[in-house]
């Protein structure tokens, strides 16, 4: 009978025990769930997405180079190509230096048009969306010193042209989110994923804010990625004339954002002080769990310049 009595304690320390412990586990698969999920995003992109790049640089019948290019998450200051590097030997730098003009380029097999050029003591090659610098072995002082460069220098959406007008304004916004990417078309983050250089415009509206120490009138040309299609733009403000112009193609990379380009040609009347553009949007994501933001557009670029000056006496129109 002691023994009988005995033993109820330590069975039920034994099923307290598998309890716990089945707790812990259920937790830490709980807890990892995601992993899977990241797992499969990771399959995908490497099943459907852009494979590494097989590059050779051919002169005549020899092949002088061949490197297969890994994703980069450093672009160069245009935000439009991934920056990549890759050490050679000096006689092999000097070989490809001398004969630039003779050389092929080929991705995967194809033979495919370049820009090639020194730049310090980096030989800079460029096509399509990337950038290749060709550095001496040993010399991580170049590679160091391009890599801060670019990443300094990368540019902002918004461009002003004309030195009179630019020391002459200020711009900003009001409803925009913060200067992001490029992205690579690998990013785990569907909002991000191969997105250009860009701020998200919230809705119902956004406001380009213009302070101008002159009068003047100018023009902008607003290029947007809407996220619904039939997304109508609507402009107010000092406007005199406004008018939908070609948009620049936009490819959805492999599980990306699905986005849709357009783009506006506006003239502006600016006067000194406060000039307000009001961007209004017919439709916008409704804040959620998922997405607090009420994202509208994807602004890409924002170019403003000084409208032409009216010759022998005619008014602008």
């Known amino acids: ?10 069975r039920a320390l034994q099923f307290i025990m598998l309890a716990i412990m089945v707790s812990l586990l259920s937790t830490y698969f709980y807890l990892n769930a995601y992993k ?23 002169l005549e019948d020899e092949i002088l180079l061949r490197q297969r290019l890994r994703s980069s998450d450093v672009f160069d200051a245009s935000g439009e190509h991934q920056l990549s590097f890759v050490q050679v030997d000096s006689a092999q730098y000097q070989e490809i230096k001398e004969n630039s003009r003779q050389i092929k380029l080929h991705i995967n097999g194809e033979n495919i048009p370049y ?13 399509s969306n990337r950038k290749l610098a060709l550095v001496k072995k040993g010399d991580l002082r170049t590679i160091a010193a391009n890599v801060w460069r670019d990443n300094v220098s990368k540019k902002n959406i918004v461009e002003c042209f004309g030195k009179e007008l630019c020391q002459s304004i200020q711009v900003s916004g009001k409803g925009w989110g913060v200067l992001e990417g490029p992205y690579l078309r690998s990013e785990e983050n569907k909002l991000r994923r191969g997105m250009p250089r860009g701020r998200w415009l919230f809705g119902p509206v956004s406001k380009i804010a213009i302070n101008s120490k002159i009068e003047t009138e100018v023009i902008m040309a607003i ?16 406007i005199l004339a406004a008018k939908t112009s070609p948009a620049d193609p936009y490819t959805t990379p492999y599980g990306g954002l699905q986005l849709y380009p357009q783009a506006k040609l506006i003239k502006v ?5 406060a000039n307000n553009i009001f961007l209004g949007f017919s439709k916008w994501h409704q804040p959620s769990a998922g997405e ?21 006496g005619s008014n602008g129109g």
């Open 292 to 312: 607090r933001r009420p994202l509208a557009a994807y602004l890409t670029t924002l170019k403003i310049k000084a409208a032409q000056v009216p010759q022998n």
């Open 115 to 127: 820009v090639m050029g020194e730049q310090g003591k980096a030989l800079k090659i460029i096509w």
């Open 223 to 238: 290029n947007i990625l809407a996220l619904n299609p039939g997304l109508e733009l609507s402009l107010k403000g000092p």
């Open 269 to 273: 009347a600016l006067k000194p002080g």
């Open 36 to 58: 899977i999920d990241l797992t499969s995003v990771d399959y995908q992109n490497y099943i459907h997405g852009d494979k590494a790049p097989v590059i050779e640089l051919i």
């Open 1 to 10: 009978m002691t023994n009988m009595t005995s033993a109820k304690p330590i």
